[in-house]
């Protein structure tokens, strides 16, 4: 996620190694402090994720972090409250061929 020449094929690299493992579980830490990202990183594998966890995984266990001295901090100060932050557990979908 760092803004870095070979960012874009980090990415893309990852990606391809997800998809060829396919693996049975893939578990997702949504906050971008864990991820490293910045306001100008390439979010490319974000835009992915999205459309392939959609197609070959289903969500079985969702976790969000509460932080609520923060939100209540940023509430109080009137500004917006902090993104949330959450974890996933996904597991990849029986396909209909293994069903057979």
Known sequence: MEEQPYAARMQA????EIERASPEYIV???DDFSWGAYNKSQRHIFDWAGQ???KNYDVVL??????????????ALGQNPPPRKFILVLKRKVSEKANR
């Open 52 to 54: 392939y966890w959609t």
């Open 28 to 30: 997702f830490l949504s």
């Open 13 to 16: 690299e990852m990606i391809s």
């Open 62 to 75: 969702p976790i969000e972090i509460q932080e609520p001295v923060r939100a209540e901090e940023a509430k």
